[in-house]
């Protein structure tokens, strides 16, 4: 089993034995490493396979924000307040639904 923090990293949980399959498709390599042997597993093709149907644009993105996340740079004050006052402004539509 994979746990994510409230910082949105991963680690494993004890018992299962796809967690580090799973780790392994969610770990961000450098360009480099394209070369390197990766596991012939399920779930590193399958992630593979779907990366590569997205645009390229969509593709950039999710490696910017993986590599963001890895290198403790994507959690800000800035996008934690949005985030915040995101789910404050739908809590608050749920209370008092004549704001709908």
């Known amino acids: 089993m994979v ?3 409230r910082f949105g990293k ?3 949980l004890p018992g299962n034995p796809f967690s580090e399959s799973l780790e392994n498709a969610l770990t961000v390599r450098p360009l480099t490493s394209r070369l ?3 596991k012939n597993d399920s779930m590193t093709l399958q992630f593979a396979k779907e990366l590569h149907r997205l645009p390229e644009e969509r593709r950039q993105l999710i490696f910017r924000v993986r590599r963001q996340i890895a ?3 994507y959690d800000t004050p800035e996008r934690f307040r949005a985030a915040l006052e995101a789910l404050l402004d739908q809590h608050s539509q749920l209370d008092d639904p004549s704001e709908e």
């Open 71 to 73: 290198e403790g740079n």
């Open 36 to 38: 390197t042997p990766v």
């Open 10 to 12: 991963h680690r494993s």
């Open 3 to 5: 746990h994510f923090d």
